[in-house]
């Protein structure tokens, strides 16, 4: 083992992976104790040590430990709600252009995986300010966010956002409603001019139903994709595609609020930017 490797420290997430995938994700903390199916492993005995070293429970069980990655995190989210995947996560992060500082507005908070992908994105800096209208769901994303960490970095509302946000002027705002087309008022009043609107929904009949609103509200640059993620069987002599996948999750709606068209008797702002381009063209000339 490479002795100058990094190694734990007291307040690291870390992740327990035992040799048949079994997963537990915990913070490091002096004195606590985990239990597992196959044996009891102190913190004290896991703080200083390399990542990637092999672990052992007291009835000698082997665990890997690791550093989690935020789709670790995501998985291990404890739910009430349907989750938004990781998939369609790791795009809206980068379409909403979220980054450390930021201020991000989010509706409803369900079980906090969103919640906490943006909390990570937007940094000790940053703030995300999550609405939700339940209570159930309310509390169990405040306990998944106290657990990782993330509380400080985030704003629990209690509310239906048909009675509106707070805010305004903030960079970004996304939706996971099943009716976000009510609510774009709202949503406009929060965001400052140019910033980033997104929404994810599981049919094509809301995805209708949203477009003319998104019109209507000064919303441009529309966008309407779906991700699809395949994983490989990662064996060396018969790589293959895994035998299921998650075939659909939801369709991922973005938009910028825009100003109204000075001369709005030909405004169309949100055909504004044309056919979305998609990934640049390939030269297949040569293929
Ligand atoms: C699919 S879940 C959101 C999941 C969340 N994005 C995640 O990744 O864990 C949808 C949530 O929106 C909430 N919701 C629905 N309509 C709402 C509204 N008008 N105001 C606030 N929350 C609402 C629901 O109670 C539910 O918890």
């Known amino acids: 083992m490479n002795e100058t490797s990094p190694t734990t420290q007291a307040g690291d997430l870390v992740q327990l992976v035992s040799p048949s995938n079994k997963v537990y994700l915990l913070r490091l903390k002096p004195g606590e104790k985990l239990e597992t199916h196959r044996g009891v492993l102190a913190h004290d005995d896991l703080i200083g040590v390399p990542w990637g070293a092999q672990v052992f429970t007291h009835k000698g069980s082997l665990y ?55 909390a990570w994105a937007v940094g000790p800096t940053g703030q995300v300010i999550s609405y939700e209208a339940r209570e159930p769901m309310h509390n169990l994303a405040r306990k998944n966010l106290e657990r990782l960490g993330f509380l400080e970095r985030v704003t629990l509302k209690l509310r239906d956002i048909s009675l509106g946000f707070d805010e305004t002027g903030v960079d970004a705002l996304f939706l996971d409603v099943p009716n976000p087309y009510d609510y774009m008022a709202q949503a406009r009043r929060a965001l400052k001019l140019g910033g980033f609107f997104g929404c994810i929904l599981p049919t094509t009949n809301q995805v209708e139903r949203l477009l003319p609103v998104l019109h209507q509200h000064y919303f441009a640059f529309v966008e309407v994709c779906e991700i699809l993620l395949l994983y490989y069987k990662p064996v060396y ?31 169309e702002p949100a055909t504004l930017g044309g056919e979305p381009e998609g990934e640049p063209d390939v030269d297949d000339s040569e293929a």
């Open 64 to 118: 890997f430990l690791l550093q989690p990655t935020l789709n670790d995190i995501l998985r291990e989210i404890k739910r009430n709600t349907q989750i938004m995947y990781p998939k369609d996560i790791g795009f809206v992060l980068m379409s909403l252009n979220i980054a450390p500082g930021q201020v991000v507005v989010e509706a409803g908070t369900g079980s906090g995986a969103l919640t906490t992908a943006l």
């Open 237 to 267: 002599d018969r790589l293959r595609p895994t035998d299921r996948m998650v075939a659909h999750t939801g369709y991922l709606i973005f938009a910028r609020p825009v100003a109204p068209h000075e001369r709005s008797a030909q405004a």
